[in-house]
């Protein structure tokens, strides 16, 4: 159907791109997207694939916001504060005589959860000192002082993760203890899949200190820390208290405009370090959403009839718009062609490059296209990879700025044509009103989405589901 493929001219070098101290102006993230007009316009970032002055750089993700609101988990880059602990600790994970590296594999946290001051059940963690033993002992010594009871998730984001134990429940906040060295790790069995534990922290490889966070869907922005952050354990038990800290809403950062600010409070009631084994595990995956009948995903078609002022191609009157609009729906139930209504009368600019005309492919609310990810991915790393070995050409003088530009510009066209040949947007990437007459249509079905400010802003939907 729809091939997306997004260039950026990076103007200045890398450094100046997008990585900053500031916890909430971070560099790569998740997804928020638009629909205008009627049309779904993928969302794009600055992705800061390199420094080439002019040079476009390429990003496969449409899940990802634009310039500097980019969400990766970071934690500030601050003085150690002198934050007490909470408890008398146990253990004693600060002294390598009390506790070797060898016996950390014998511990693991039980963390109790409330939202608003409601019991909502635990979080049971496993860690794994054999890949990150230093942000093991570190998170094992916060847990075991106390430190993390009454700490809150301040930064939720449905589609990434939840990130806590900021010392003063902000993104601003750091342990007493001080930053520690950055274990990370390309072996795949580390990845941040759901559930994984891992470790913030600000653009410094080696500037992590009290700051977690808990993979909450395997997203291209979750795949984009594999190797960069340091994952250290994984949830084995707690599944629905993590989809119920994942799932509170949240209001848009007033720094940033990320939409991660939590309205509800989701604290850590107590965290216990616990030596032995858990016993309680269940299968650690992210439940598939209710869709009260509706299907997962569906394609559909549609004419878009809007009216003076709100599409720069419309010139009729709201109550003409809303005449032929109804006119075209008889029409289109009857069974006339809905490929020439489209080429005929749709007011999306988009409509008429598409085939079948005016259509989209669109995935129901929590529903993922996991295959077509894996591919995106793969070919946005291609082209990292391509544009980061470009780039060591360049600064060694074996070829100019100019035949860099040709070779990637080159290669970004072959790349494009392995591009999932359908692209699926996320309904809540949609006018709401695509979703709640297309996921209700059977295939071959014709509905409208009738002009509303909110659901319907640019006009009449006329809709028809054809997979």
């Not at 208290?241 to 939409?259: D, G, K, V």
């Not at 959403?289 to 720069?312: A, C, M, Y």
């Amino acid at each position: 159907m729809m091939k997306t493929l997004t260039f950026f001219l990076l103007m200045a070098p890398l450094a100046a791109c997008s990585d900053s101290e500031n916890p909430v102006a971070t560099t790569g993230g998740t997804a928020t997207a638009s629909a205008t007009s009627g049309s779904a316009q993928a969302a794009s970032n600055d992705s800061a694939l390199g420094k080439l002055a002019d040079m476009p750089a390429v990003d496969f993700n449409s899940e990802n916001q634009q310039g500097a609101n980019r969400q990766e988990p970071k934690a500030p880059r601050l003085n150690p504060q002198s934050t007490p602990a909470g408890r008398t600790a146990q253990f004693h994970f600060e002294d390598k005589t009390k506790v070797s590296d060898e016996q950390l594999s014998e511990f693991y946290v039980e963390m109790d959860m409330t939202i608003d001051g409601e019991d909502i059940g635990t979080m049971t963690f496993v860690l794994w000192p054999e890949k990150a033993p230093i942000t093991v002992r570190n998170f094992l010594r916060y847990a075991d002082e106390g430190f993390y009871d009454g700490k809150i998730f301040h930064r939720i984001l449905r589609e990434f993760m939840i990130q806590g134990g900021s010392s003063t429940n902000t993104a601003a906040g750091q342990g007493p203890h001080g930053m520690i060295k950055g274990e990370f790790s390309s072996d795949s069995k580390f990845n941040h899949e759901y559930g994984v534990l891992s470790m913030a922290r600000s653009t410094p490889p080696d500037s992590g200190s009290s700051q977690f966070f808990v993979i909450t869907e395997r997203s291209m922005s979750a795949r984009g820390l594999d190797g960069q952050y340091a994952s250290f354990g994984k949830m084995v038990h707690g599944v629905a208290t993590l989809e119920q800290i994942a799932n509170i809403e949240t209001r848009p950062n007033p720094a940033s405009q990320e939409p991660s600010m939590p309205t509800k409070r989701a604290a850590i009631k107590e965290a216990r370090v616990i030596k032995g084994t858990p016993t309680k595990s269940e299968v650690i995956e992210r439940p598939k959403p209710d869709l009260n009948g509706e299907p997962e995903r569906i394609r559909i078609q549609h004419v878009l009839i809007s009216f003076d002022g709100k599409t720069p191609t419309a010139k009729r009157t709201q109550a003409e718009a809303e005449a032929l609009a109804k006119e075209i729906l008889e029409r289109a139930q009857a069974g006339e062609d809905f490929d020439a209504l489209v080429q005929e009368y749709s007011d999306d600019p988009g409509s008429k490059d598409t085939t079948p005309k005016g259509s989209y492919s669109m995935l129901n609310n929590g529903i993922r296209d996991y295959e077509a990810d894996d591919k995106s991915f793969a070919l946005q790393k291609r082209a990292q990879d391509l544009q980061a070995d470009l780039l060591a050409q360049v600064e060694a003088k074996a070829i100019t700025m100019e035949e860099a530009r040709s070779q990637y510009q080159a290669t970004m066209e072959e790349l494009m044509k392995e591009l999932p040949t359908v692209q699926w947007f996320k309904r809540n990437e949609m006018m709401a009103g695509f979703g709640n007459v297309g996921f209700k249509l059977q295939v071959g079905e014709v509905g409208i989405a009738n002009f509303d400010t909110k659901d319907s802003a640019y006009g009449w939907h006329i809709i028809k589901r054809y997979e």
